[in-house]
Structure formats: C-alpha cells, structure tokens
C-alpha cells in the first residue's frame, strides 16, 4: 500500500465550488453537450459488426469447417427467464463458480439423478453428507446381515440400464454375494479390467465403497507393482519403487513367456529392488496376498510396518505362477518388499480383510482388451485359479475404437480373451462392460463417437456366445451424446472421453446399481423369490429403506472424502 | 447471460443500436439501458432484481437526506451514513457470510464444552452481490464525506447500481466516475468503437483460448486429482492457474469496459499486468485495481493509513488484506490468503523503511528488479494454493502432493505448454508491443477490422474446449 493520508473532509465553504468542478452536469443536471448523433461512428460498428458476423458465419455455413464453431446455438433460455420471471431450476443459478473444478464438490442426488437417468428422491444412493467414524461401526456390522441382499425399489431409483442377457449367468457371482451375506462364506471378489477410466481406481473406487457398506469391507484388493504409466493408482495405497525394476505388460506384449499377471503389467528385478505399499488406517487390510510367476529360483524378504516378516523363497518350478499369503493385525500397514536374491517376477498385491467383498480395480492407459490375446493360456490359467475372482467385468472397447477392426476380427479377438479370462472355470460370472460414451464433434454439436456405438454393439452381439451378461455403459450414462452432456455438467473432462471426480461418483453408483439390481432379478427368475418378501424375514426384521442405504453412502462419502 | 455467450453478442448489439437510436430521448436512453441492464441481471434469477432495487433505493434516500442534513449535525449525519452501510454489510453478510460465521461460531462454543449442532444454511448467493454493495456503499460514503453531491434522480441512481457491463463482476465503478457519466450526454467517435472492439475480442480470446483451455486441460484436474500428479506437474498447475484466473478476470474486464465503451461510458481499468509488480504491495496496485482502491480509500485510510507507528501501520494492513481475502468467500483458505498478503506487504515495508521519500523500484539496475519480480510472482503463485483450494484440507492436499509426489512432467500435454508459453510472453512482453497492436488495429479499415475479429472468431472455435464457461469472479 502507498503512503497514506486521513480522508480529508472538504470544509462547508469549500464544498460547492467544488461540486461545480467536478461535477458540471449534476446535480442540477443540465443536459451538458447537445446531442450530436455519432452516424460515422454507428455506420463503422456496423461495418465491423457485418464482416466480422459473415466471416464468423462460414464455419456454420461450410460444414468442413463444422469444428470451427464456438457457439453451438443461441441458448435464450437466460433472456426467457428473465422476461417470464421464472426462477432458475437448479440450486444456484449460472456463473456460481467453477463447480466441475471442486475436490470437495459432492454431487447431489438430483446431479447423479439426472444423469444416469433416474428421478431425484428415488432413493439412490446420493454420495453427500456426512458421518462419523462412529456411525461406520455398527453399519459395518449390519450390512453383513441378510439385509444385504434386500434390494429395495428406491436403492435402485429410476436407472434404466441393466445387466442384459440370461440373468442365470449370473448365478455364481449372485450366489456367492448370498453366502457372503448370510456368513456362509469369507469372500467374494470381483475382478474389473479396464482402460484409462479406470486407471486411477476413481470409479472402481466408489462401487467398491458402495459394495463394501453393503457386503463387508473385504479389503482395497489387487494392486500391481507399478503401472505401465504414471497415472496408475489405487486410492488409499501409496507405493515406492526402486528403478531397476523392469516391467512387461500385455499391451506390448513384451515378455516371452506371455505371463502378465493378474493386472497385466508384471515387473522383475534382481537382488536388492524393493517396492513399497501401504495402506492407512481408513482403509486398513489384515491380509497381504502375494502374487508371482516363479523363475525358479529366488527369494523375497518383507517387512510390514518395519518389522521382518517370512521370507519368501520361491519353491514353485520355473513357469509357474504363484501365490503366497501373510497375516497380520488389521489395521494400518506399511509394507517394504525387497528381492533378496535371484531375480523375481511380481505381478502384484492384494491387500484384503478376513471378511468381505473385494474389487480388484485393473486398469491400464491406452488397454485394449483384444491385445490380452498377448497372453499365455496357461499361465492366465493357473493366474485365475490363485485369484478365482467370482465376476469378471471386461471394460475394454474405448481404445479400439481408433483401432479400425473389421467385427469379425475384433469379436474372434474378445472370445479368445474371454475364454483366457473364464480359465476354463464355471463358477464364474462374466460381464463384457462396453466401452463409456466418448465424444465427438459433429456439425458443432457433441454427438457419441460412432465407433464405441459400433463396438458396443458387437459386444451385446457377442455376449450371449461367450456365456457372458452385457452392460450398454454409454445407455446408462444417458445415450446419444451423454458424454457431452456430462462434461457440460462437470462429469466429464474436455477431452470428451474421461470422468471428472464428480463423473466417476456417478459411473460407480451405476455399476454398483446395475449389479444389485441384476441380484434382484437374479433372485426372482433363478431363485424365485425376492429376499426380503415377507416370508423370507426373520423376526423382528426390519427391511431397510432407502434412509439406511443412504446412511451407508454417508459414510462411504465421508470415508471418500477424509 | 454469460459474457461469453453468443445471446450476450446479440444482447449488446440490440442494447448498442437501441441507446443510439434514443440519443436525443434523455429519459428514454437512461430508461433503456435501465431495463437492459434488469434484464441482465435476472437472466441469472429474476427474484434478486429487488434485493438490487431496494437497496439502492435505500441507499440513494440516505444520500438525498445526508445531503439534506446541515454538516453542523455530525452524529446525525454519521448515524445515517451508518444505517445505510449497515444495511448494505447486512445483506452481504446474510448472503455470503451467515453460513461461515455460524459454523464457525458453534465450533467456538464446541471448544469451550458446549455440544452444539450447527444449523444447516443454505442461502443462494445472488450473483455480484460483492460488487454492487461496495459500489453502494462507496457511493453513500462520499455523500457523507462531502466528496460528491447526492444523486437527485432515482432512475438515474438506478443505473448507476445496475449498469449492465459492470454489474456482476466490476470494475467497481465508484459514483464519482460513473455518475456523472450518466448524466453526460454520451459520445461516440470512431476510436471508441475500435478501442470498444479492440478490448471485447481481447477479454475473449484471454477467456476462451488461455483460462479456458488451461482450466480445462490441466488446473481443473490438478486440483481434483492432485495425487496423481508429480511435484513439478502440480507447480505447472499452479503457474496455470495463476493465469488462467489472471486471463479469466482480466479477460471479463476487458468485455465490460468494451461494452461500456459502446454505450459513451468509461469504466475504470481493474489490471495493470500485475505479474510484474515487484513487490507484493505494488501487485495489489496491479491487481484488481478497483477493489484495492476502494478498500484503501474506506477501510485502510480511515484506520490510519501508514500513519502513527510501524505496527499501526502493519495492523491496518493486515486489517486490510484480511478483509479483502474475506471479501473472496467466506473459507478460512481466504482468509489465509489475504493474511499471507498481508504479512508479505507488511514485510515489504520494514525493509524498505529507511528508503528515501519517493524513492522506487525504478531506481534500481533492471537485473535487481527481475529477482523481485520473480520472487514476487513465485510468492502469488503459492499463495494461489489457497485462493483454489476448497478448503483449507484440499489445500494441504495440494501441497503436499507438490512437495512429495517425486518428478516428472509427462502429463503436461503439448497444448498446454503452447498456451502457457503464449500467455505469459504476452503478459511479460513490453507494454509497447500491445499498444503497437492496438494502435495498428484502431488504423485498419472498418472491413479489415471486421475481418480480423472474424478471424479470432473462429479461431476462438477452434480453440474452444466446450460450451461458454463461467467466469470465476461472478462466484464473489
């Protein structure tokens, strides 16, 4: 700040001559210049105004220059408004700030509503609010109950998109959340492979937190070594790894021996690489599940929260993959593993609890799903039999889009990597997820991408034949042009291909609806009866509304947002 | 009815040719743009046409009768001034401010053993609230002051509260500059409608093509997600914020001041590039001029200025940036930045205490003057942390994962290191080099005018991102 001075107070005396200096039109307002109508000056605005409005016409008029546009339409919505009197409908109006930029914006019942296409106050689970940690004990203990499997009309609003194909695909995966939730066993896991949507756990992240107050927190599940890209992450893990690691991954296909791992990026290194991963105590794990191909010979030493731990000395024959458990005090862990000799290949850890649902986010940038046929049948085999995950989703198409593959060949391509994927197993359900809307630009407007309604398409043909259940992913975000839609509303980035925070909230309650939603159909059709219809109610039950699905996403929120 | 929209282009073209057309109709011009500007304000929501309505007609009324109360009856005339600021503080506080200062008082009394609830507030902000209760309340102030005379005409004060161009986000125009404007009659020469044209295409390529692509692209996501970025991606996204915020305000200034332009008026600059102060004072001289000039004018000259003692002088500044980091929002990560400013300016001045009068930057060898704009800037874009941030948690988040999420800068596409580099050359470029432009631009052709604004025009679309984009200031 400058120098200052105290305002000085202009003496009575003083006052109106200065007035009349300053202020030669008021207050006794004489009109001041006579009014010289500025016709030269009008008539140049007007020339400038007309070149520039038919210069900036072209790209309307020319369609190879549509991409050219920046304004899509004249949107009088505001000036209609503001004539009629009308209030704004949403909650604050225009030009409230940059909401879609918050990391603390929650979005509302009705935002989630709006866009997966299901009616505010309807009983989805709305992320917002807040809970105490105390609030979180005992709704862990209760959603182990049978309530679990009661899946009420207002859980599941107004959604429309839902699992297609033969509801008795799912019989494994649905029969194994019932025994989970009547205690008749420890876990079920499910297993979501995907692409850059998923890469950073942010979706995956929040169906596990929906799925978790449901069914139990089975812990964060698998987690690689390190991704392919920087963006890899598992929300609630942080990692450190030493450089002399080398990494093969399925989309290069760089390793001989075809063996990536349960994720698809494996690393190996010799004596002294180390890698470490923890978790907090929001998330906590009492179980950490070594997963790894043997190379005949090698050891591992680990140590969790500083504190020396087995060693690991690989006994399993070369080729062949392998896994290996250590127990420890549920809670918040640190752990360092370090190759104490030979070289290993590790393909990741999965951090679980005695108890629960675990999903294992598996996503990778720039993954296809056709490049899994890189793979080696065997060593995916014995991977899936050390894993047996209970539901597989395969989320892949985004990428292929740009691939320019003939249907035929991409839908031989899926089936082998189905097949890779099932192992040859029956006690497992198998989703294909098509690929989320990506958009593009059309005549100025933001249409879906032809190619991902293309490979949607042929991934609902090909589902039936593959014995696995379909998800339309960009019906449920809303169909044609959803993508545009969601990134006009803050869900999606610019890039008109990926979720914002907010658009990631929104994908994980959908997928965590359309999987209850497919349980419910499941229990009608294949079990024939809902449960929790009447009869199948203990005493003294009581069937829980949407106030205490809603509570749970309370906690799920603040736990999210710690 | 964003700045950016296409509906404002045609708004302003219909307001332009109608206020012309009634050039010699006095009544009839003032009561056009009047409703213009009305019709403005509840695009947004219609209902808040009355809170604006009413309280310059309570404020325009404490003028009429602090003019009309004898300057020998101080206290009288001290107590109207008083209701008429308190009315506008009222509105600002139960608008902006009720939510934060209930919350806040409950957490005190939580500390002291009490176990209360906080009440859920949920009170809509009306858009520009910030704005045209300072201009309001400056107005009433330099009545009671004996600056400036009360304002006679009601329709004429309404305007002045309204005044389209100005009205959500500024410049805060106080009433010694624009009143008497809008008693002039208006006029118009051919270097107003190129300096007018000059500056809307200016504020829109800043808005559309640098804060827009850079929120879009790179600062959105950085705050969202500042986990999965590296320390240095993360100061990248901070020296991207600093200029988008720096092009989205400056870039909406720009817009306003042209439109006024058009209508004969003149409003006052709110940006002096202020990346290049060299110290943080002089920053806040650069940087939302108006705001700074105003709090100076009633808040930091009446609690003494840099008068009296050195902690006076630092109380009053704190005091100062305090309530400007406060006038932002109501988070305490406001208030932390106008505190950190504060301190920064009152640092400042102990160091330059035993400088000459009168002396300035400008006497110093360039080379010294470049480490203090460096430093200078490097101390803004920090401190930007907390004026993005959501809370003061988020804040921390940021933080951290800039000091502690290893290296590398794969994530900063080649787009956004072009809009990075153009920005900031252009911001740091001689001045010259802009006024050249402007200079050559004013001289061109009406049809090559015509021309290179349809050239940014669809340039404009070839660099946009999505759909006309708030600007961040209509949030205050």
């Known amino acids: 700040m400058s120098a200052a001075s105290s305002p000085e107070i202009p003496a009575p005396s003083t006052l109106r001559s200065a007035d009349s200096a300053a202020f030669a039109a008021a207050p006794g307002e004489p009109i001041g210049d006579p009014a010289v109508f500025p016709a030269g000056p009008l008539a140049r605005l007007a020339v400038v105004a007309g070149v520039l409005v038919l210069g900036s016409l072209v790209p309307y008029l020319y369609g190879g220059w549509a991409d050219y546009r920046y304004w899509d339409r004249l949107d009088a919505d505001p000036l209609l408004r503001a004539a009629t009197l009308t209030p704004p409908s949403r909650a604050e109006p225009e030009g409230q700030g940059p909401k879609p930029n918050s990391a603390e914006d929650d979005l509302s019942d009705g935002d989630v509503a709006a866009l997966a296409g299901i009616a505010a106050g309807h009983g989805a689970p709305g992320l917002p609010g807040s809970a105490t940690e105390e609030d979180a004990a005992p709704l862990a203990a209760e959603v182990t109950s049978s309530e679990a499997l009661v899946i009420t009309d207002d859980l599941l609003g107004k959604q429309k998109t839902w699992l297609e194909g033969d509801i008795r695909l799912l019989t494994p995966f649905a029969q194994a959340l019932t025994d989970l939730a009547l205690g008749k066993r420890d876990k079920v896991r499910i297993g979501h492979w995907g692409d850059s949507h998923l890469a950073n756990d942010g979706l995956t992240h929040v169906a596990r937190l929906l799925l978790h107050a449901r069914f139990g927190d089975g812990g964060h599940g698998f987690t690689l070594v390190q991704g392919r890209t920087e963006w890899y992450a598992h929300k609630g893990i942080e990692r450190s790894v030493t450089a002399g690691w080398k990494d093969f991954n399925f989309l290069s296909g760089n390793a001989r021996d075809g063996s990536y791992g349960y994720g698809g990026v494996t690393v190996e290194g010799g004596a002294g690489e180390q890698f470490s991963l923890s978790v907090s105590a929001k998330q906590p794990a009492s179980q950490l599940h070594l997963y790894y191909r043997s190379l005949g010979k090698g050891s591992l030493t680990l140590k969790v929260d500083g504190k020396p731990q087995d060693k690991l000395e690989v006994a399993e024959p070369a080729g062949t993959e392998a896994a290996r458990v250590w127990q420890v005090a549920d809670g918040k862990h640190s752990s360092t593993w370090r190759v104490a000799a030979g070289r290993m290949r590790i393909h990741g850890v999965a951090f679980e609890r005695e108890r629960g649902l ?9 993954a296809r799903g056709t490049r899994w046929t890189q793979a080696d049948a065997e060593a995916m085999r014995q991977t899936m039999q050390l894993r047996k995950p209970d539901l597989l989703i395969l989320n892949y198409g985004g990428n292929e889009r740009q691939d320019n593959m003939s249907e035929a060949s991409y839908v031989a391509k ?31 407007k933001i249409i879906s991408d032809p190619a991902v309604i293309r490979i949607s398409g042929w991934q609902k043909k090909m589902a039936a034949g593959v014995g696995c259940l379909y998800f339309d992913t960009r019906e449920a975000m809303g169909g044609d042009g959803a993508m545009g839609r969601w990134v006009r509303d803050g869900l999606g980035w610019s890039d008109y291909s990926h979720f914002t925070a907010q658009g990631e909230r929104a ?30 109610r203990p005493e003294g039950f009581v069937r829980p509304g949407s106030d205490g699905i809603r509570s749970a996403a309370r906690v799920l929120s603040d736990r999210e947002n710690r | 009815m964003l700045f950016n929209s296409l509906l404002y282009m045609v708004f302003l073209a219909v307001v332009v040719a109608g206020f012309w057309l009634l050039l010699r109709w006095r009544w009839g011009r003032a009561l056009w743009l009047l409703v213009a500007s009305c019709l403005f304000y509840m695009a947004w929501d219609p209902r808040y046409i009355l809170l604006i309505l009413g309280a310059a007609t309570w404020d325009w009324a404490m003028g009429r009768v602090l003019d009309a109360t004898p300057v020998d009856k101080p206290l009288r005339r001290k107590l109207i001034m008083l209701g008429s600021v308190g009315i506008n503080l009222g509105l600002l506080c139960y608008y902006k401010y009720l939510g934060f200062f209930v919350e806040n008082a409950v957490a005190g009394l939580n500390l002291l053993g009490l176990e209360l609830v ?50 959500v986000a500024g410049p805060i ?12 009659t208006p006029k118009l020469d051919h270097d107003d409608v190129s300096e007018a044209l000059f500056r809307i295409a200016k504020g829109l390529v800043k808005k559309v093509a640098i804060a827009d692509w850079l929120a879009l692209n790179l600062v959105d996501r950085v705050f969202s997600q500042p986990h999965l970025y590296s320390g240095p991606e993360i100061l990248i996204g901070l020296y991207a914020y600093t200029l988008q915020i720096y092009c989205d305000f400056s870039g909406y200034t720009d817009v306003a001041i042209g439109s006024a332009r058009l209508l004969g008026v003149r409003l006052p600059e709110n940006f002096d590039r202020p990346y290049r102060a060299r110290t943080v004072a002089e920053f806040w001289r650069k940087w939302h001029i108006t705001l700074s000039t105003w709090l100076r004018h009633y808040v930091f000259f009446p609690l003494g200025g840099s008068k009296g003692s050195v902690w006076m002088a630092h109380r009053n500044t704190l005091i100062t940036l305090v309530l400007i980091g406060l006038w932002h929002g109501a988070n305490w990560t406001f208030v932390l930045y106008g505190l950190i400013h504060g301190i920064a300016i009152a640092w400042n001045r102990t160091q330059h205490r035993n400088y000459p009068r009168g002396w300035t930057h400008d ?19 920090l401190a930007r942390i907390l004026f993005r941030a ?15 999420n290893g290296w590398g800068l794969a994530r900063i596409d080649n787009g956004t290191w072009a809009v990075l580099i153009v920005g900031y050359v252009a911001h740091f ?26 050239g940014v025009a669809v340039a404009m679309g070839a660099v946009a991102e999505t759909d006309a984009v708030p600007f961040i200031y209509f949030q205050f």
């Not at chain 1, 040859?424 to 958009?439: E, F, K, N, Q, Y």
């Not at chain 2, 125009?173 to 002039?184: E, G, K, M, N, V």
């Not at chain 2, 006497?363 to 874009?381: D, E, M, S």
Request: aromatic share 10%.
């Open chain 2, 118 to 167: 906080a009440p859920a507030i949920k009170v809509a902000l009306p858009v520009g609230i910030s704005f045209f209760t300072f201009q309001s309340m400056a107005y009433v102030i330099d009545v009671y002051r004996r600056e400036m005379p009360a304002e006679r005409n009601l329709l004429r004060f309404f305007l002045f509260a309204t005044f389209f161009p100005q009205l």
């Open chain 1, 358 to 366: 675990v999903y294992d986010s598996l996503g990778e940038v720039g």
């Open chain 1, 507 to 536: 994908m994980g309650q959908i997928i965590y609806r359309a999987l209850l939603e497919g349980l419910r159909r499941w229990q009608v059709e294949v079990k024939g009866q809902a449960v929790g219809s009447a009869s199948d």
């Open chain 2, 173 to 184: 125009s106080r009433a010694h500059i624009l009143l008497p404007q809008l008693h002039r």
């Open chain 2, 429 to 454: 470029a001689p001045p010259g080099w802009a006024e050249r432009l402007h200079r050559q631009f004013k001289q061109w052709p009406a049809v090559a005018q015509g021309a290179a604004l349809a």
């Open chain 2, 390 to 404: 959501p809370s003061l948690e988020a804040a921390g988040d940021v933080t951290r994962a800039m000091l502690g």
């Open chain 1, 414 to 444: 899926m089936t082998e990597v189905v097949e890779l994927f099932k192992a040859g197993r029956s006690d497992v359900t198998c989703i294909l997820m098509a690929p989320s809307d990506h958009g593009s630009k059309k005549g100025g």
């Open chain 2, 363 to 381: 006497a110093l060898p360039w080379q010294q003057n470049l480490w203090r704009i460096a430093v200078t800037f490097h101390f803004v874009v």
